[in-house]
């Protein structure tokens, strides 16, 4: 069984950070390019950050420099850092894990960012 569990979402202020985890079990993690996206209240899910299982990124105009992606294979691990962040980056933050004829995502973890 597939499972793609994120943690670390929650209330920040503008201008914080924020580091989200993403823990999979039931998969080859290493040969998965894993990914993060968000979904605000009426808008549709975007990617914000990719990493290929050679370590290649990715990132979304949005968050280019702000957010940091990273994985931990030995730990099955996804990792996005979060700096700098702002009203707008309100979203609910999905893991995502896809290869060749497979596309698995996490529940989601909300973040706000709000004063």
């Known amino acids: 069984q597939v499972q793609l569990v994120e943690s670390g979402g929650g209330l920040v202020q503008p201008g914080g950070s924020m580091r989200l985890s993403c823990a999979a079990s039931?998969?080859?993690?290493?040969?998965?390019?894993m990914g993060w996206y968000r979904q605000a209240p009426g808008k549709q899910r975007d990617l914000v950050a990719a990493?290929?299982?050679?370590?290649?990124?990715n990132y979304s105009d949005a968050v280019k420099g702000r957010f940091t992606i990273s994985r931990d294979n030995a730990k099955k691990t996804v990792f996005l850092q979060t700096n700098s962040l702002n009203p707008e980056d309100t979203a609910v933050y999905y893991c995502n894990a896809r290869s060749v004829g497979s596309n698995f995502w996490g529940q989601g973890t909300q973040v706000t960012v709000s004063s």
């Open positions: 039931g998969i080859a993690f290493a040969f998965y390019t």
């Open positions: 990493i290929t299982p050679g370590g290649s990124t």
